[in-house]
Every structure is written in structure tokens, then in C-alpha cells.
């Protein structure tokens, strides 16, 4: 597995690390539109489960519609990303009912009603979460984080929030601020 903007032999690392026989074959991903932008980690993810799904590792069907964020480390972590609320807000409205996260995203996932979020440490994880071998991670709880407040994002960001009132626009904003809390946190605790 390679990518056009790596070095060839991180293909073979991930293939060691992870416990997952990927394909040696030449594998070809089109992220299609390509008028839409792509760019950062968030893709990682959802490409190596798509290939494990063709490999037959990850069974179709096994949990319903869902869509996959995160970036993958090199030994088979799954990190946090940033714009897992997007994501949920556009689950929600596309129909899909299940959005596989980084545990550490979990809880700003959550603040999306209606969304079944589960949340997702390594890859292995992950495959058993989709083929409903596995149960979700359970995520650290935030604490109450004091003087949350709601501010205006992006001029793009309207259209993710059309639909949503403005009493679930701010509960959805204090979520997600003590859910990044709470993964600094973490994070800060994790590095001690």
C-alpha cells in the first residue's frame, strides 16, 4: 500500500505493524469528486478499512449504512481528526446512521442526535466494530468545561448547519468544546 506523497517503503511498515495481510498488488484509490478538496489525515481511515473490504477482512452490511474518520498510525493507532462534528452533521443529513471515530473524537461525535457513534483505538478495532465482532471503545468522560460559548465558524460552514435550531446549535457547540477539552486533556495526561 502506497501513496503518491509517501515514501514507498511505509507501505510495507504499515503492512507489519498492523497484523493485516494487505494486498502486495498495486491498489489504486480515486477519492472522487475531484473537484472537491482533500487534504489532511482524516482519509487514512476510511482508505485502509476500503481495502481491507476488498481484501474480505472487513464484511459488508454487518452494521447498516456508516462512514469511517480518523488518521492511522503507522502501527495501527487510530488519532484524532478534526471536523468529526461536520462529519456527524453530514451523516445525519445523508441518512447514514453509524460514523466509526478515534475514541479521542468520540464525544464531539456524540453531541449529534441521533448519530450511533463508535469509537475505534487501533484499526483491529475498527474491522471488528464493522464486521459486529467487537464492542466500541469506551471514551473518556469531559469534564464540565466553564464558559463555553457558541461563536461564529467559516463563511462555508452555514450549509452544515441548516435545519438545526439555534438552541441545538449551542448545545451541540458546549459538546463539542468540552469534548476537545477533554482530548487535550488527555492528551497532556497521556504525554506525562
Do not use: Y
Request: net charge positive.
Amino acid at each position: 500500500m502506497t501513496a503518491l506523497d509517501q515514501a514507498g517503503a511505509s507501505g510495507l511498515e504499515v503492512r507489519d505493524r498492523t497484523g493485516f495481510a494487505f494486498p502486495a498488488d498495486r491498489i489504486t484509490v480515486n477519492l472522487a469528486p475531484a473537484a472537491l478538496r482533500k487534504e489532511g489525515t482524516s482519509f487514512d481511515l476510511p482508505i485502509a478499512l476500503g481495502v481491507l473490504a476488498a481484501t474480505g477482512a472487513v464484511t459488508n452490511g454487518r452494521i447498516g449504512p456508516f462512514a469511517v474518520v480518523g488518521e492511522l498510525a503507522l502501527d495501527g493507532q487510530i488519532q484524532a481528526v478534526r471536523g468529526v462534528l461536520a462529519v456527524g452533521l453530514a451523516c445525519r443529513r445523508q441518512g447514514i446512521d453509524t460514523l466509526v471515530v478515534p475514541v479521542a473524537n468520540h464525544s464531539e461525535a456524540q453531541a449529534v442526535e441521533g448519530l450511533r457513534v463508535l469509537g475505534a483505538p487501533t484499526l483491529r478495532d475498527a474491522v471488528g466494530l464493522l464486521n459486529g465482532d467487537a464492542a466500541a471503545a469506551t471514551p473518556p468522560t469531559p469534564e464540565p468545561l466553564a464558559g463555553a460559548s457558541w461563536h461564529k465558524g467559516k463563511k462555508g460552514a452555514k450549509a452544515q448547519w441548516e435545519g438545526v435550531s439555534p438552541a441545538q446549535r449551542r448545545e451541540i457547540a458546549r459538546k463539542a468544546a468540552r469534548a476537545r477539552w477533554a482530548s487535550a486533556k488527555a492528551k497532556k495526561n497521556a504525554t506525562r
